[in-house]
Nanobody, 119 residues
């Protein structure tokens, strides 16, 4: 089991910045990748960014060059630095991790944090 607690959301004007944090506890040794999803009203949840055990990263096209994902070496925290925010970035952001242990793959989710970008 992995527990995730997010923080850092809020209200910001377009062009501003926010940094989301996600603290992980429990069986963090089994984490293979960590990431951030978001869900805007009336839309499906989408993957925003992911960081793998190797340190390689993935970003959805709409945030490339603006968002940066990072994590601690101990994999007990993952961050999302969001710059040049746009109103279309408004959504609930969720931290997500995937673990692999004894051939069992599981996903864990945080409770979500609201990000609102005003125009």
């Amino acid at each position: 089991q992995v527990q995730l607690v997010e923080s850092g959301g809020g209200l910001v004007q377009a062009g501003g910045s926010l940094r989301l944090s996600c603290a992980a506890s429990g069986s963090i040794f089994s984490i293979v990748h960590m990431g951030w999803y978001r869900q805007a009203p009336g839309k499906e949840r989408e993957l925003v960014a992911r960081i793998f055990t190797s340190g390689s990263t993935y970003y959805t096209d709409s945030v490339k060059g603006r968002f940066t994902i990072s994590r601690t070496n101990a994999k007990n925290a993952v961050y999302l630095q969001m710059n040049s925010l746009k109103p279309e970035d408004t959504a609930v952001y969720y931290c997500q991790v995937q673990t692999v242990a004894t051939a069992s793959v599981r996903q864990y989710w945080g409770q979500g944090t609201q990000v609102t970008v005003s125009s």
